[in-house]
């Protein structure tokens, strides 16, 4: 199974969007996939259909209570699409793991347990605290929506250093499997000049697919669906597929579970 973190410690950037619909997209090209939501918001649970009703087991049973993989996850609606929801109780596994051993380690274990999927994505908190941290040690790579704004370069720049941190301390062999620069207005000078800047800075990284600010994209959640179902046609499902052919030429050689 190929593990790959969505993350980026800014809110709003567009993480649950492409988790959801980059889940999505390899589910329907015939990737098992498992998606789990490790944002104590539930975002990408509620954006996928799941109620905080069928979330009985979570991905805090995961990390707290070594609950068993297997009994965490649930099929969703998608064909070939499963989820480790996430409920408001996550916000306290920061507190709770203090001083627990191995804390880092918690969701590298869980997923290490995994029979069945081809590939599993990550849907990170905004920040970089305990639960991201997770996360990128479970990773083999991490993929980071960017949004096309003033800022956007000089919050990357923190992400690679923990990026790095973790390659040191946790995880030699996390990657960077590219960037995806999202919410970007081709009506707005400065989204172009920012894109401009950040292709400058880091070349090849950076998805060729960029992904448009598009009304339908933010609509879809609010009907559980992921936008590629709920408007397959719409010019951010339309992205979301190419950024999906893409990242999928860019995966190591695919690996089945054992
Ligand atoms: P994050 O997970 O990084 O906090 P989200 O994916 O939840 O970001 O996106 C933040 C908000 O912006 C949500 O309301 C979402 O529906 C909306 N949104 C995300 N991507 C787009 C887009 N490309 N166009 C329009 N709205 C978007
Ligand atoms: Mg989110």
Known sequence: MIK????????????????????????ATGWKTLLIDLDPQGNASTGIGIGSAER??????????????????????????????????????????????????????????????DVCFIDCPPSLGLLTLNALAAA??????????????????????????????????LGIIGVALTMYDRRNRLTDQVAD?????????????????????SEAPSHGLPALV????????RAYMALARELIGRMPERRKAA
């Open 56 to 117: 009985e087991r979570s991905s805090y049973d995961l990390l707290v209570d070594e609950a068993a993989l297997a009994d965490c996850i649930l099929p969703t609606r998608i064909p070939d699409l499963d989820i480790v929801p996430a409920t408001v109780d996550l916000s306290g596994a920061e507190v709770e793991l203090v001083g627990v051993e191995h804390r880092t380690d918690r969701l590298r274990h869980a997923l290490a347990q995994d029979s069945g999927h």
């Open 230 to 237: 709920y408007d397959y046609n719409c010019t951010g499902s």
């Open 197 to 217: 800047d950040v292709r400058a800075c880091l070349g090849q990284l950076v998805f060729e697919s960029v992904i448009p600010r598009n009304v339908r994209l």
């Open 140 to 173: 083999d790579t991490l993929l980071v929506p960017l949004q096309c704004e003033f800022f956007a370069l000089e919050g990357l720049s923190q992400l690679l250093q923990t990026v790095e941190r973790v390659q040191q301390r946790f995880n030699p062999a």
């Open 4 to 27: 790959i973190a969505i993350a980026n410690q800014k809110g709003g950037v567009g993480k649950t969007t492409t988790a959801i619909n980059i889940a999505t997209a390899l589910a």
